[in-house]
């Protein structure tokens, strides 16, 4: 059974860091693609990045770009989502999914290509 927990989810002022990991169950998931989504209270879940399985490639959302750094390391079975220069519209719960399906840049943003879902860790930004 594939299994994903995230991690690393706090309070934290605005303009701060933190760094969210995302472990998966299986090795076989070093070939799957990774993204990360956030939902904020009362708004659609939205993706936030997405790292490939087969050549690392990356892709972010406008909101988040050169802020937020996307990386795995398939030894630990972990997806790391670093986050810099948190915004309070940052805030939310963060969840990881993987994906099997190749992605693109025109559908890795797309909740109905993941096949596997964590169940979230919160970050709130306060200004």
């Known amino acids: 059974q594939f299994q994903l927990v995230e991690s690393g989810g706090d309070l934290v002022q605005s303009g701060g860091s933190l760094r969210l990991s995302c472990v998966y169950s299986?090795?076989?998931?070093?070939?799957?693609?990774i993204g990360w989504f956030r939902q904020a209270p009362g708004k659609e879940r939205e993706a936030v990045s997405y790292?490939?399985?087969?050549?690392?490639?990356?892709n972010y959302a406008d909101s988040v770009k050169g802020r937020f750094t996307i990386s795995r390391d398939n030894a630990k079975n972990t997806v790391y989502l670093q986050m810099n220069s948190l915004k309070p519209e940052d805030t939310g719960v963060y969840y990881c999914?993987?994906?099997?399906?190749?992605?693109?840049?025109?559908?890795?943003?797309?909740?109905?290509?993941?096949?596997?879902w964590g169940q979230g860790t919160q970050v709130t930004v306060v200004s």
């Open positions: 999914a993987a994906a099997r399906t190749r992605m693109t840049g025109t559908n890795w943003n797309r909740r109905v290509f993941y096949d596997y």
């Open positions: 299986r090795f076989t998931m070093d070939y799957y693609g």
């Open positions: 790292i490939s399985g087969s050549d690392d490639s990356t």
